[in-house]
């Protein structure tokens, strides 16, 4: 799995880790599962998992900042450089996936 930092670099993890780890890591953090469906799209307002959550070694995730126990507001720019890396993750993942059908050697 991936998780990216608020600083924009990208965490990488091959075995499943709980959401408490990351936030012991990254005080006043929390963690948010990214997807598709985000990913471009201004409706679907992100949530916090829990803690006790483990997470996925295929799927990406996001810190984001906590602020009096909510989800405090990004910068345009912290908010900016998290779609950015998600965008990109999830093109090259959608890109492996349609060469891995016609390539499967080198998926």
Do not use: W
């Amino acid at each position: 799995g991936k998780v990216i930092l608020l600083d924009g670099s990208i965490q990488e993890f091959n075995e499943s880790i709980t959401v408490a780890e990351l936030m012991l890591e990254h005080p006043q953090q929390v963690v948010i599962e990214l997807n598709e469906t985000m990913v471009g799209q201004k409706r679907e307002h992100p949530t916090a998992l829990p803690a006790d959550a483990k997470l996925d070694v295929n799927r990406f995730y996001a810190m984001v900042p906590l602020h009096r126990g909510k989800l405090a507001p990004l910068s345009h720019q912290e908010a900016h450089l998290i779609l950015l890396r998600a965008s990109v993750f999830l093109r090259s993942k959608t890109m492996a996936s349609s060469s891995s059908k016609f390539l499967p050697l080198f998926a």
